[in-house]
């Protein structure tokens, strides 16, 4: 069995069977060509407005917006691009309630603020646990979800 070690910031060595490592995706803006639409290629996404609108005839949509890697955020932001191409109206880009994931076993997900961000600006807060055997995908993976590969 593998074991890994580490040490935190602010706490001691921390010991696990386990190890998630992760990196974020960047675009390539240099390989895309976006200087000819004049975006700036050193950036590590493309900057646009609440409508998409990243230059004169350009909208950004997806994983270059850099507002989160998911293909639900990439819909939506479609739906938002053409709309205003096609001048329709429409509502600005909000990013308030993003859900976002990690496909780990079982998946860790999330949506809104954390609870800390929540009691920070003062939001009332209440929380729950729920077993993922309770859900859908834990009554038909049964064992996979328990974070247990057996």
Same mark, same amino acid.
């Given at each position: 069995?593998?074991? %890994? =070690? ?5 706490? &001691? ?6 190890? #998630? ?10 390989? #895309? &060509?976006?200087?000819?639409?004049? *975006? ?5 996404? *493309? ?6 609108? %990243? ?6 949509? /997806? ?11 990439? *819909? ?12 329709? %109206? ?16 079982? $998946?860790?997900?999330?949506?809104? #603020?954390? $609870? ?13 646990? =729920?077993? *993922?055997? =309770? =859900?859908?995908? &834990?009554?038909?993976? /049964? ?8």
């Amino acid at each position: 069995m593998w074991w %890994a =070690s580490s040490r935190l910031w602010s706490a &001691g060595p921390v010991h696990s069977q386990r190890l #998630l490592v992760a990196t974020r995706r960047r675009a390539d803006l240099k390989a #895309l &060509g976006v200087t000819a639409a004049g *975006i700036d290629s050193t950036q590590p996404f *493309i900057v646009g407005d609440d409508h998409l609108r %990243a230059a004169a005839g350009v909208w950004s949509v /997806g994983d270059v917006t850099g507002a989160g890697a998911f293909t639900h955020v990439a *819909i939506y932001q479609a739906g938002i691009a053409a709309s205003d191409i096609l001048g329709q %109206a429409h509502q600005p880009t909000r990013y308030r309630a993003l859900p976002r994931v990690t496909f780990t076993d079982p $998946e860790v997900s999330a949506v809104g #603020l954390t $609870e800390a961000q929540a009691r920070s600006r003062d939001v009332t807060v209440q929380t729950a646990v =729920s077993p *993922i055997s =309770s =859900s859908s995908r &834990g009554w038909i993976h /049964g064992r996979a979800t328990t974070g247990s590969s057996s």
